[in-house]
């Protein structure tokens, strides 16, 4: 028998399953194995808050916390888009109800300790539906990698080639870090790719369906991040450019573009609508987007924006070489690439520029609470298929220097991702802050405070560890089954990425098939369009909101279901921070769930407010009487 028949009889076997829904799957769990398992910072906080809140009560008011805007009704609302939170709302319901069943209100291994913002004694992570909403990112970088393959293999016959530039961006660029998080920007990136995918297709029969699918995608993006607009219109005229090529030879070109120009403009065209509407929801006004700080505009300043692309493109704090080395690909063989696909490279190149001259434009465009240019995402998924003629040299070695080029970047960038992924975000921050160099972005360009400095000294030290993996194996349960199940998904899918790179060059099954881009584009669309369905404006009045809240907390907790408990009395002391009830009803919940100090400083608030409230009078004496033995205490 031949030596390779049984190599070839294991890869036909293997067929089922399609090298880009592998990807997928293997890097997701990758991810979210090695993800911090819970928030930690006020923007994550507010995704999943807002989801909650439709989920819960249907409306988008969420608890006081950091970066929370007033709006209607004298409420609290996120200052972000809608895209991130509605999509994440499958995984947010789900986290729901395993913390009904597992009750998991005190946090967990998977989840790690009870942290969020101090101002609201509820405002912890630690909840099994944080930890499931974590799931969007993961699964967004999972899909980018995916994405990447299918737009490589569509524009290089070397599949291999194609492969390894896809793994590359997920395992040496800022894919990695950030789909541990879960901000917008993995979602963003994912969408303008897929938009470019759909519409780079030049089959005459799909034009509608991909006009439709590419402008849905970019209609996510925009819900995601109003930021991708500039990309987002590049993209949509290569769309039109590729339409009007294909159908050059067809009686009825006009009718066609005219079809296809409508049906590309209805995602863009209701992402618009949809984030007008959203306004509407939060402040009652269509044109009012929640940035009014200075700090947040938008600036036409001629020496700021050449300060950003400076630092984008040199800093130790922000450079796109330094945090994702692949990109120094781009520079060897970009030429290359516009010799072989002139359309594909321009368009690819111009949304990465306009991405970069959108956040330019920012007066906080180095990202704030960061590790690398988390902002830059976007232009970093758009230019890696450019860098496709490097790795087909890689693959064919030829010349040997190039494989040892791609070794390297990618080595150097692994490692980058490593470090960026083992220490809280959030530590920067607070150097930065304690150095003085937090303010107008000044820490960007001074050496020793760049991320990956801050965070080799954090390893160093053992704090700070981010990795929910190092809190499972510390004590075995079912955080670290679930780690088990997860570094097994990892090596099978990665003996079958192995399996497909030494494959004949022949194509891989079900490569061009358009089944995992339209069920990511479902995926994304569907939650949103019921998340706005489900949305309604709260016009109650402040008092009556409180008193209702404080009603549907007590049948909350009678009911077994505590995170929704307390949702309802951390919105009550948003509303009125001196109610006495919400203060005492949560240090009940505070004491039943064990964080005993919480459960103090909530009766003790409760008896400023009322120093004749007997019910936190009576709670506090049998605490202080069975936890530390004082003898019993008489009001005096």
Known sequence: MNAIEPKTRSYRGLRGWPPQVVLLVTFACFYFAIGPGNFFAVDEVMQEETAQALILRHTIDIPLMVDARFGRARNWYTVKGPGLPMVSLPFVYFGLKLDDALGSMNGGRLAGPPVGPTQQPLRWSGRLAISASLIVNALAGGAIVAVLFMVGAQLSPNRRAALLMAIAAGLATLVMSEATHFYQHELDALMVLLAFWFFSREKTEELDSVALLGGASLGVAILARPDAVPASVIIWLYGAAVAWKVTRELPDRTSRMIRRTLLAAAGPIGAVAGSMYFNYLRFGSVLQFGYTEDRARFVLDVAQIAKAITGYLLSPGLSVFLFAPPLILV????????????????????????????????KTWSGDLSYGPRYMVESIVLLMPLTLPAFEMAVERAPRRAALAVATVMFLGFMV???????????????????????NNAWVFVPGASPIVYDLEDLAARRNLSPWAFRALAIPDLALLLLIVLAAIVVFGGWLIFLYSKAPQGEPAQLNSRALPIAIVSAAVIPIVIGFALSRPLNQAPDAHAYALINAGLAAQRAGHAVAAEEDYALVLSLDPSNKFACFDLGVMEQDAGRINEA??????????????????????YIMRTRFGFPNLHPR
């Open 600 to 621: 103090i400083l909530l009766y003790q608030e409760a008896l400023r407010q009322d120093p004749n409230f007997l019910p936190p009078k009576n709670n506090l004496e």
């Open 331 to 362: 520079l060897a063989v970009g030429r290359k690439a516009y010799r072989r696909w002139p359309l594909e490279t321009t368009t690819l190149t111009s949304a990465a520029v306009a991405h970069l001259l959108m956040i330019a434009s920012n």
């Open 417 to 439: 991702q490593i470090v960026g992924v083992s220490v809280s975000v959030s530590a920067n921050e607070v150097k930065r802050i304690a150095a003085g160099i937090a303010a």
